[in-house]
């Protein structure tokens, strides 16, 4: 079995060292299996949906070749199939260890905001309404429809104290920032979050993977915070939700795996603002050497989930081309890395944001299940809008 590149024997660095060495540019990903910071790029990877995972392993075969130590792939794919990607082996990787709560908090930026929530809040929950009664049709069982929140500054929005602040305030979550500028930015863009959704992992032979769906925002009170978890076990509307997607995840992970585990009852999993519905599902990979097997092709056949899309997937899509306004861009695709092993980690971006000059663009969605209720989904929303409007210094606005 080959050693996972974050934890192989590297000269040490704190995560915090690495964070404090980001810059606007850099790839920095950190989550509880350790951090890695990426500069420079040694080759850029193009290519498009169903053929990425393949142009990945070319790229790293070709940097090995090229005297390039270990090399990785790192970056971002977007959520619909013709989405943009950012997918690059760069020139210099950095690793350490997982996030110890150490190092910059950077101040909430002090700037002049001002909030535009793109649609309105009435026209998401019109949206919502029209979701049910396509449910109610028969046409769809689930469709995840998501908003934004355009906020803007009065003075360019620093990443890396954003980036340092994601990482301080959610020590447990997959952080991230990738830089996703493409021609005719008008400025450099980069792609900001911490997720609490692990799509796929692959260490050798073993594979994890922990879909998230079915949820209820955290309060200060924690005897409230108890009944929120014993409701969401309880909900039979929230497991339902939830059991699109852990049941998609096992199916397609069964294609290339033996011995798997996915439990049949979920377990509740609390981040800083929200809780849960969770099941950690691992399997070993039938043929570790197949490239088709790599993390980056688990990916790409688990994407996208009905965490972030629906079911039937096709009129999930065709649902959320119609009842959202706005693109999704990278928001609901895929972040991570991958090595020349095949290993690698890529979770599903959600909590958070595309930053460019002095604009952020956050989105957030929630999973439509006969059952759900227009305001409590806009809820949900508002709440899973508050891991980056806290990181922001914007706590209590949405
Ligand atoms: C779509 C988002 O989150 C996803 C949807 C969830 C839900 O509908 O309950 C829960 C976790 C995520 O899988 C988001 O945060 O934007």
Redesign the pocket.
């Known amino acids: 079995m080959s050693t996972p590149a974050m934890v192989r024997p590297r000269p040490v660095h704190r995560a915090a060292d690495l964070l404090a060495a980001y810059l606007p540019g850099s790839f920095f990903y950190s989550s509880a299996t350790g951090s890695l910071l990426a500069d420079g790029v040694h080759a850029p990877v193009r290519a498009g949906h169903g053929s990425r995972a393949a142009a990945v392993s070319e790229a790293l075969d070709a940097a090995a070749v090229h005297g390039v130590e270990d090399p990785v792939v790192v970056g971002a794919i977007g959520f619909r199939p013709d989405a943009e990607a950012s997918l690059v082996v760069p020139a210099v990787v950095r690793r350490a260890g997982a996030p110890d709560g150490s190092g910059p908090a950077g101040a909430p930026a002090s700037a002049k905001w001002s909030i535009t929530p793109r649609p309105e809040p009435e026209v998401y929950a019109d949206g919502v309404r029209r979701a049910l009664e396509l449910i109610g049709a028969g046409e769809l069982d689930k469709v995840?429809l998501?908003r934004c929140l355009e906020v803007t500054a009065d003075q360019p929005v620093p990443v890396p104290a954003l980036l340092s602040r994601l990482v301080r305030l959610n020590p447990a979550a997959h952080a991230f920032a990738v830089d996703v500028s493409a021609p005719g930015d008008p400025a450099p863009r980069a792609l900001v979050g911490a997720s609490?959704?692990l799509l796929v992992s692959r260490r050798g032979t073993e594979v994890v993977a922990n879909?998230?769906?079915?949820?209820l925002p955290r309060v200060a009170d924690e005897a409230e915070n108890r009944r929120r978890v014993a409701a969401l076990l309880a909900s039979a509307k929230?497991r339902a939700?939830h059991a699109h997607?852990s049941a998609q995840v096992a199916e397609v992970l069964g294609r290339f795996c033996v011995d798997l585990d996915a439990p049949a009852e979920p377990s509740v999993i609390g981040t800083p603002t929200?809780w849960?519905?969770s099941t950690r599902i691992t399997g070993r990979l039938a043929d570790p050497t197949d490239p088709g097997s790599s993390a980056l092709a688990l990916a790409e056949a688990l994407h996208p989930t009905p965490?972030?899309c629906g079911v039937p997937v096709d009129r999930a899509r065709a649902a959320i081309a119609e009842l959202e306004p706005e693109d999704r861009g990278y928001?609901?695709g895929l972040v991570g890395w991958s090595d020349l092993q095949g290993d690698g980690e890529w979770v599903?971006t959600?909590?958070s944001a595309e930053v460019c000059d002095r604009t952020v663009r956050l989105?957030?969605?929630?999973?439509i299940v006969a059952g759900s209720d227009p305001a409590a989904e806009l809820a949900?929303?508002s709440a899973?809008f508050r891991t980056l409007l806290r990181a922001l210094g914007l706590e209590g606005t949405a």
């Open positions: 995840v998501a609490p959704e879909p998230l769906a079915g949820s929230d939700e997607v929200m849960h519905l965490a972030v928001y609901s599903v959600i909590r989105f957030a969605g929630a999973g949900e929303t899973k």
